[in-house]
């Protein structure tokens, strides 16, 4: 359970890092002064590979901690709140990459 608990943490943890860089774009000291298509391609390129990266990462932790669930001894209310929390924010992260990546609800 330990290593689907590190999976779940650090999914999460990587999720909130991902939105506090990307609501940090403008106050970024090394941004140009004027705007350009070009890198605000880039930023919202990288927030959609992050959210993909996060929801795979979210989603093995997932798996990892299903099957940790299974043995008597890991199945703990910690445990199990932490593995359910992350199936319901695991769908609705997939629904709204779904929504940012493909343009379709």
Not at 74 to 84: I, Y
Request: proline content about 4%; glycine content about 10%.
């Amino acid at each position: 359970m330990r290593l689907a608990r590190h999976f779940l943490l650090g999914a999460w943890g990587g999720y909130a890092l991902l939105w506090v860089a990307f609501l940090a774009v403008p106050y970024w000291p090394w941004l140009p002064k004027e705007k350009s298509l070009g890198l605000g391609m880039i930023v919202v390129l990288g927030f959609a590979i992050g959210l993909v990266v996060t929801l795979a990462a979210l989603l093995v932790g997932i798996a990892l901690g299903w099957t940790a669930l299974r043995q008597q001894e890991h199945r703990t209310w910690p445990n199990l709140v932490l593995v359910a929390v992350s199936i319901v924010g695991a769908a609705a992260q997939a629904f709204f990459v779904s929504i940012f990546v493909f343009g379709a609800i």
